[in-house]
């Protein structure tokens, strides 16, 4: 059998003596010819044959179709250093599996975008079986440390979302150099999260030099404490629907005041993308309500300021924002200054790295997606995994992808 065919097929390092079909299944016969191993024991090579056991077969992945099984003859070596017998081991064959590790990998491979109900019908693979091979092969969390190996500075995500209902979980990614899922923390809690920072190396934190997070005091709170070099930056994009929440809310409480209906699409598109009839409701919303005329224009100034081309820029939109809000006789809208003052540093800290969560919110609705497939989860553990699959690089790329743990 030719060498191009030895690696597609994954034999690299084994001898095909024979191969034959049985049943549209093809069996190879493999071997290593050399009569020498490796003591698992104490490590000294022995090339003492202590006996041979009967033919063993292992299931090998799909070609065309067809199903691939490899059989070979396990020799029982006996080693004169430490006295004792073992068995040879065949590379990508573990002993007392059913399975190469190229066939579960060709598991993942389809568990990947598929379903544990899909990858059963298809293979015939238990849920069992490739939750095990799931549980191998991915690991709960990628290694920074790998990831940033030779790196200067590094910028993460942190962001929560659903695992089932109010099940909240954080959602850790790495947004410079490269985009990455790293990890999928247990809860949303602050203790959680305090613990997963500080589980890093002290050379890795080092490197973290800025953190994307959203509204949420107890994540800049941990991160402040943990890693106390790195800038917090509120994703811009939360800040803008921040925005947008509140001036909803106060035109939800002038139709009830007025007894009006009142179109919230002028409101909340952004002006250059509204239509000529949204324009003229526009325009006659902001000349009825005052309160809403207030609001959206601190609407606007926000997105202003994200427009502004340096960080001096932004102190000055900035800090006309918080004037004009405070010198309002609107109550909440003088709540909104202070709630943007209480994150002034965090806010004007986006424009010296323009970094933001947009790739962590394009992590979720892919995960949205893989669950509305899987008609949810009920086990964490196998969730997470399953998600980190999903953006681990292809399995066939690296055959031994539990290396990144």
Request: aromatic content about 10%.
């Amino acid at each position: 059998m030719s060498q191009s065919i030895l690696q597609i097929l994954g034999l690299q390092g084994l001898v095909v003596y024979k191969q034959w079909e049985e049943n549209q299944d093809v069996i190879i016969k493999v071997g290593r010819p050399r009569k020498w191993a490796v003591c698992p024991h104490c490590g000294e090579g022995t090339g003492s044959v202590h006996g041979k056991g009967k033919d063993r077969r292992w299931y090998h992945g799909r070609v065309n179709g067809r199903r691939i099984f490899l059989q070979a003859r396990l020799r029982r070596f006996w080693c004169p250093s430490c006295q004792r017998t073992f068995t040879e081991t065949y590379p990508g064959i573990r002993l007392r599996a059913r399975r190469t590790e190229q066939a579960e990998r060709e598991v993942l491979e389809e568990l990947r975008t598929g379903t544990f109900g899909a990858l059963r019908k298809r293979f015939g693979v238990a849920y069992r079986t490739a939750v095990k091979a799931l549980q191998r092969l991915v690991p709960r969390q990628l290694n920074l440390g790998k990831l940033l190996k030779d790196v200067p500075e590094a910028a993460l995500g942190i962001d929560e979302h659903s695992f089932r209902g109010r099940d909240l979980v954080i959602t850790v990614t790495l947004l410079q150099p490269r985009r990455q899922l790293v990890a999928i923390l247990d809860d949303d809690r602050q203790a959680t999260l305090r613990a997963y920072l500080q589980g890093l190396s002290e050379d890795v934190r080092a490197k973290i030099r800025w953190v994307c997070i959203d509204f949420k005091p107890s994540y800049r709170k941990v991160v402040q404490e943990v890693l106390p070099q790195a800038k917090v930056v509120v994703d811009h994009f939360h800040v803008i629907q921040d925005a947008n929440r509140r001036l909803d809310q106060a035109r939800v409480l002038e139709q009830q005041y007025w007894r009006r209906s009142i179109p919230h699409w002028p409101l909340l598109k952004n002006f250059e993308r509204l239509t000529a009839k949204q324009e003229v409701q526009l325009h006659a919303i902001l000349h009825t309500y005052p309160v809403l005329a207030a609001f959206y224009r601190l609407k606007e100034a926000l997105r202003d300021l994200y427009a502004a081309t340096s960080p001096a820029e932004a102190k000055l939109l900035l800090d006309r924002i918080f004037t004009n809000a405070e010198t309002s006789d609107i109550p909440e809208l003088k709540q909104w200054a202070r709630t943007l003052r209480a994150w002034r540093s965090e806010l004007l800290a986006y424009f010296e790295n323009r970094i933001s969560n947009g790739f962590t919110e394009g992590v979720h609705t892919k995960i949205k997606l893989l669950k509305r497939l899987s008609f949810g989860f009920r086990n964490l553990q196998v969730y997470v995994r399953k998600m980190l699959l999903a953006f681990l690089p292809p399995i066939s790329a690296d055959p031994s992808p539990h290396l990144l743990t």
